[in-house]
Protein backbone atom coordinates (compact mmCIF):
# COMPACT_ATOMS: atom_id res chain seq x y z
CA UNK A 1 0.00 0.00 0.00
CA UNK A 2 0.88 3.72 -0.68
CA UNK A 3 2.95 4.71 2.67
CA UNK A 4 0.80 8.09 3.46
CA UNK A 5 -2.63 9.23 2.45
CA UNK A 6 -1.39 12.70 1.43
CA UNK A 7 1.42 15.51 2.30
CA UNK A 8 0.91 18.56 4.07
CA UNK A 9 3.00 21.48 3.47
CA UNK A 10 2.08 24.67 5.78
CA UNK A 11 3.44 28.11 5.69
CA UNK A 12 5.35 29.45 8.85
CA UNK A 13 2.40 32.32 8.89
CA UNK A 14 -0.98 32.42 7.13
CA UNK A 15 -1.31 34.98 5.08
CA UNK A 16 -3.90 34.42 3.13
CA UNK A 17 -7.87 32.15 2.55
CA UNK A 18 -6.08 30.57 -0.18
CA UNK A 19 -5.59 26.44 0.23
CA UNK A 20 -3.74 25.11 -2.49
CA UNK A 21 -4.03 21.10 -3.59
CA UNK A 22 -3.28 18.52 -5.88
CA UNK A 23 -5.25 15.37 -5.69
CA UNK A 24 -3.76 13.39 -8.64
CA UNK A 25 -0.10 14.08 -8.01
CA UNK A 26 0.97 11.10 -6.14
CA UNK A 27 3.24 8.83 -7.12
CA UNK A 28 3.87 5.99 -4.66
CA UNK A 29 3.19 2.68 -6.43
CA UNK A 30 3.70 -0.10 -4.30
CA UNK A 31 4.96 -3.67 -5.37
CA UNK A 32 2.16 -5.04 -4.01
CA UNK A 33 0.00 -2.77 -6.80
CA UNK A 34 1.79 -2.99 -9.55
CA UNK A 35 1.96 -7.05 -9.38
CA UNK A 36 -1.37 -7.09 -9.97
CA UNK A 37 -1.76 -4.90 -12.52
CA UNK A 38 -1.67 -5.36 -16.45
CA UNK A 39 0.42 -2.52 -16.79
CA UNK A 40 3.63 -1.61 -17.12
CA UNK A 41 5.47 1.05 -14.57
CA UNK A 42 4.99 3.92 -16.88
CA UNK A 43 1.76 2.84 -18.37
CA UNK A 44 0.27 3.19 -15.29
CA UNK A 45 1.70 6.36 -14.51
CA UNK A 46 -0.27 8.27 -17.99
CA UNK A 47 -3.65 9.43 -15.66
CA UNK A 48 -1.68 10.97 -13.06
CA UNK A 49 -0.64 14.32 -12.93
CA UNK A 50 2.70 14.37 -13.03
CA UNK A 51 5.12 17.11 -11.08
CA UNK A 52 2.01 19.15 -10.07
CA UNK A 53 3.16 18.83 -6.66
CA UNK A 54 6.27 20.55 -7.98
CA UNK A 55 5.11 23.43 -9.72
CA UNK A 56 2.98 24.69 -6.85
CA UNK A 57 5.41 23.38 -3.98
CA UNK A 58 6.01 27.21 -3.51
CA UNK A 59 2.78 28.03 -2.25
CA UNK A 60 3.16 27.48 1.41
CA UNK A 61 6.50 29.79 0.95
CA UNK A 62 4.13 32.17 -0.08
CA UNK A 63 1.88 32.04 2.93
CA UNK A 64 -0.79 29.06 1.90
CA UNK A 65 -0.94 25.76 2.85
CA UNK A 66 -0.52 23.22 0.06
CA UNK A 67 -1.98 19.52 0.36
CA UNK A 68 -0.83 16.65 -2.13
CA UNK A 69 -2.14 13.32 -2.54
CA UNK A 70 -0.02 10.17 -1.18
CA UNK A 71 -1.71 7.70 -3.26
CA UNK A 72 -1.43 7.75 -6.98
CA UNK A 73 -4.87 8.22 -9.37
CA UNK A 74 -4.77 4.87 -10.81
CA UNK A 75 -5.10 3.50 -6.90
CA UNK A 76 -8.01 6.06 -5.65
CA UNK A 77 -9.44 8.96 -7.63
CA UNK A 78 -9.39 12.10 -5.17
CA UNK A 79 -11.65 13.60 -7.40
CA UNK A 80 -14.44 11.51 -6.95
CA UNK A 81 -16.99 10.95 -4.83
CA UNK A 82 -16.39 7.92 -2.19
CA UNK A 83 -19.63 6.36 -3.55
CA UNK A 84 -18.86 6.24 -7.13
CA UNK A 85 -17.84 2.96 -7.62
CA UNK A 86 -17.57 0.82 -10.42
CA UNK A 87 -19.76 -2.70 -10.64
CA UNK A 88 -17.66 -3.27 -13.59
CA UNK A 89 -14.51 -3.54 -11.51
CA UNK A 90 -15.69 -4.30 -7.97
CA UNK A 91 -17.43 -7.80 -6.48
CA UNK A 92 -20.83 -7.56 -5.54
CA UNK A 93 -21.42 -3.94 -6.61
CA UNK A 94 -25.01 -3.43 -7.94
CA UNK A 95 -25.33 -0.66 -10.77
CA UNK A 96 -27.01 2.30 -9.43
CA UNK A 97 -28.38 4.82 -11.73
CA UNK A 98 -26.42 5.97 -15.07
CA UNK A 99 -22.83 8.22 -13.98
CA UNK A 100 -20.71 8.49 -16.62
CA UNK A 101 -17.42 8.79 -15.53
CA UNK A 102 -18.09 5.47 -13.96
CA UNK A 103 -19.39 4.07 -17.11
CA UNK A 104 -16.14 5.12 -18.75
CA UNK A 105 -14.09 3.28 -15.76
CA UNK A 106 -13.21 6.47 -14.00
CA UNK A 107 -14.75 5.71 -10.63
CA UNK A 108 -13.35 6.60 -7.12
CA UNK A 109 -11.12 3.07 -7.85
CA UNK A 110 -10.55 3.30 -11.50
CA UNK A 111 -10.75 0.46 -13.90
CA UNK A 112 -8.52 2.28 -16.25
CA UNK A 113 -5.85 4.75 -17.04
CA UNK A 114 -5.46 7.07 -20.20
CA UNK A 115 -7.34 6.16 -23.44
CA UNK A 116 -9.39 3.58 -21.75
CA UNK A 117 -6.44 0.95 -21.02
CA UNK A 118 -7.25 -1.74 -18.37
CA UNK A 119 -5.50 -1.68 -15.36
CA UNK A 120 -6.63 -4.94 -13.33
CA UNK A 121 -6.56 -8.48 -15.11
CA UNK A 122 -10.14 -9.14 -13.08
CA UNK A 123 -12.64 -7.78 -10.66
CA UNK A 124 -10.98 -6.58 -6.92
CA UNK A 125 -13.21 -7.58 -3.50
CA UNK A 126 -15.12 -4.95 -1.69
CA UNK A 127 -12.72 -5.57 0.78
CA UNK A 128 -9.88 -3.95 -0.77
CA UNK A 129 -11.93 -1.02 -2.04
CA UNK A 130 -13.05 -0.49 1.63
CA UNK A 131 -9.37 0.18 3.02
CA UNK A 132 -8.34 2.12 0.02
CA UNK A 133 -10.94 4.37 1.14
CA UNK A 134 -10.53 4.03 4.80
CA UNK A 135 -6.78 4.47 3.90
CA UNK A 136 -6.30 7.36 1.72
CA UNK A 137 -9.92 8.69 0.41
CA UNK A 138 -11.27 9.36 3.52
CA UNK A 139 -8.23 10.91 5.36
CA UNK A 140 -7.25 13.02 2.13
CA UNK A 141 -10.44 14.75 2.25
CA UNK A 142 -10.52 15.60 5.90
CA UNK A 143 -7.62 17.29 5.78
CA UNK A 144 -8.47 19.33 2.71
CA UNK A 145 -12.11 19.83 4.86
CA UNK A 146 -9.49 20.69 7.65
CA UNK A 147 -7.71 23.62 6.03
CA UNK A 148 -11.32 24.95 4.62
CA UNK A 149 -12.02 25.48 8.12
CA UNK A 150 -9.11 26.90 9.50
CA UNK A 151 -9.34 29.37 6.36
CA UNK A 152 -12.91 30.15 7.56
CA UNK A 153 -11.90 30.61 11.12
CA UNK A 154 -9.15 33.09 10.09
CA UNK A 155 -10.49 35.08 7.08
CA UNK A 156 -14.32 34.28 6.89
CA UNK A 157 -13.58 32.56 3.01
CA UNK A 158 -11.34 29.67 1.95
CA UNK A 159 -10.79 29.77 -1.60
CA UNK A 160 -9.29 26.28 -2.76
CA UNK A 161 -7.45 26.08 -5.86
CA UNK A 162 -7.29 22.26 -6.86
CA UNK A 163 -4.23 21.80 -9.42
CA UNK A 164 -4.49 19.14 -12.03
CA UNK A 165 -2.59 19.02 -15.46
CA UNK A 166 -4.33 17.46 -19.24
CA UNK A 167 -3.49 15.73 -21.93
CA UNK A 168 -2.01 17.79 -24.82
CA UNK A 169 -4.21 15.98 -26.67
CA UNK A 170 -6.87 17.10 -24.36
CA UNK A 171 -6.71 21.29 -25.53
CA UNK A 172 -5.25 20.29 -29.12
CA UNK A 173 -8.62 20.44 -30.76
CA UNK A 174 -10.46 22.95 -28.37
CA UNK A 175 -11.30 26.34 -29.14
CA UNK A 176 -11.99 28.40 -32.31
CA UNK A 177 -10.12 27.44 -35.85
CA UNK A 178 -7.68 29.49 -35.69
CA UNK A 179 -7.03 30.59 -32.63
CA UNK A 180 -4.37 29.83 -30.39
CA UNK A 181 -5.29 26.31 -28.04
CA UNK A 182 -5.47 27.19 -24.28
CA UNK A 183 -2.34 26.80 -21.99
CA UNK A 184 -4.42 26.73 -18.63
CA UNK A 185 -8.12 25.98 -18.21
CA UNK A 186 -10.21 26.43 -15.02
CA UNK A 187 -12.85 25.55 -13.84
CA UNK A 188 -15.71 26.80 -11.85
CA UNK A 189 -18.68 24.31 -12.82
CA UNK A 190 -20.24 27.08 -14.95
CA UNK A 191 -19.94 29.68 -12.18
CA UNK A 192 -21.71 27.47 -9.47
CA UNK A 193 -18.52 26.75 -7.34
CA UNK A 194 -16.94 30.27 -7.13
CA UNK A 195 -17.55 33.53 -7.33
CA UNK A 196 -17.39 35.57 -10.35
CA UNK A 197 -14.64 38.45 -8.61
CA UNK A 198 -12.55 34.37 -7.38
CA UNK A 199 -12.50 33.27 -10.95
CA UNK A 200 -12.12 36.60 -12.68
CA UNK A 201 -8.81 37.51 -10.64
CA UNK A 202 -7.78 33.54 -10.81
CA UNK A 203 -7.92 33.90 -15.12
CA UNK A 204 -6.12 37.18 -14.58
CA UNK A 205 -3.20 35.96 -12.56
CA UNK A 206 -2.75 33.51 -15.55
CA UNK A 207 -3.21 35.49 -18.74
CA UNK A 208 -0.84 38.79 -16.89
CA UNK A 209 1.92 35.87 -17.27
CA UNK A 210 1.38 35.60 -20.74
CA UNK A 211 -0.46 32.43 -20.42
CA UNK A 212 -3.40 31.67 -22.85
CA UNK A 213 -7.04 30.58 -20.43
CA UNK A 214 -10.20 29.00 -21.35
CA UNK A 215 -12.75 28.47 -18.90
CA UNK A 216 -15.23 25.23 -18.43
CA UNK A 217 -14.23 23.61 -21.62
CA UNK A 218 -13.02 20.75 -21.80
CA UNK A 219 -12.95 20.70 -18.12
CA UNK A 220 -15.42 22.27 -15.57
CA UNK A 221 -14.40 20.69 -12.46
CA UNK A 222 -15.29 17.39 -11.44
CA UNK A 223 -15.70 15.64 -7.36
CA UNK A 224 -14.26 18.37 -5.38
CA UNK A 225 -15.19 21.89 -7.11
CA UNK A 226 -18.83 20.44 -7.11
CA UNK A 227 -18.63 19.11 -3.28
CA UNK A 228 -16.36 21.90 -1.66
CA UNK A 229 -17.51 24.77 -4.18
CA UNK A 230 -20.61 26.86 -1.83
CA UNK A 231 -19.91 30.14 -2.84
CA UNK A 232 -23.28 31.37 -0.96
CA UNK A 233 -21.02 30.36 2.52
CA UNK A 234 -17.72 32.09 1.31
CA UNK A 235 -16.02 28.65 0.25
CA UNK A 236 -14.63 28.82 -3.13
CA UNK A 237 -13.31 26.05 -5.25
CA UNK A 238 -11.66 26.48 -8.92
CA UNK A 239 -10.12 23.63 -10.56
CA UNK A 240 -6.72 24.82 -12.47
CA UNK A 241 -5.73 22.86 -15.88
CA UNK A 242 -2.36 22.73 -17.13
CA UNK A 243 -1.14 21.33 -20.45
CA UNK A 244 1.21 18.99 -19.58
CA UNK A 245 3.37 19.42 -22.97
CA UNK A 246 3.84 23.02 -21.48
CA UNK A 247 6.78 21.38 -18.76
CA UNK A 248 6.69 17.58 -19.55
CA UNK A 249 7.36 15.00 -22.00
CA UNK A 250 4.19 12.70 -22.07
CA UNK A 251 5.53 9.59 -23.62
CA UNK A 252 8.64 9.29 -21.03
CA UNK A 253 6.98 11.50 -18.10
CA UNK A 254 9.55 13.40 -17.24
CA UNK A 255 10.58 17.70 -16.97
CA UNK A 256 11.26 18.59 -20.50
CA UNK A 257 14.04 21.99 -20.82
CA UNK A 258 11.04 24.14 -20.08
CA UNK A 259 10.62 22.95 -16.71
CA UNK A 260 12.17 25.17 -14.34
CA UNK A 261 11.34 27.99 -16.28
CA UNK A 262 7.53 27.65 -16.37
CA UNK A 263 7.92 26.92 -12.73
CA UNK A 264 9.40 30.17 -11.81
CA UNK A 265 6.40 31.46 -13.68
CA UNK A 266 4.07 30.05 -11.51
CA UNK A 267 5.57 31.13 -8.94
CA UNK A 268 5.17 34.58 -9.65
CA UNK A 269 1.28 33.26 -11.08
CA UNK A 270 1.31 31.68 -7.25
CA UNK A 271 2.27 35.03 -5.40
CA UNK A 272 -0.68 36.59 -7.04
CA UNK A 273 -3.50 34.21 -6.36
CA UNK A 274 -2.23 34.31 -2.55
CA UNK A 275 -3.25 37.71 -2.78
CA UNK A 276 -7.21 37.42 -3.48
CA UNK A 277 -7.60 35.83 0.22
CA UNK A 278 -4.66 38.33 2.10
CA UNK A 279 -5.13 40.43 4.79
CA UNK A 280 -3.07 42.70 6.54
CA UNK A 281 -2.10 40.64 9.20
CA UNK A 282 -1.17 37.30 8.82
CA UNK A 283 -1.76 34.67 11.06
CA UNK A 284 1.06 33.15 13.00
CA UNK A 285 1.06 29.15 12.38
CA UNK A 286 0.74 27.04 15.66
Aim: hydrophobic share 40%; proline share 6%.
Amino acid sequence: MPKTAYHLLRPETTATSVVFASPHSGRDYPWSFLRNTVLDERSIRSSEDAFVDRLFDCAPTLGAPFLTAGAPRAFVDLNRASDELDPALIEGIRRAGHNPRVASGLGVVPRVVANGRAIYRGKLPQSEVERRLTGYWHPYHAALQGLLNEAHALFGEAILIDCHSMPHEAVSSSGRAGARRPDIVIGDRFGASASSNVIDRIERAFTEAGLTVARNAPFAGAYITQHYGRPSRNQHAVQVEIDRAIYMDERTIQPNANFHAFRRTLRGIVAELVTIGRREQPIAAE
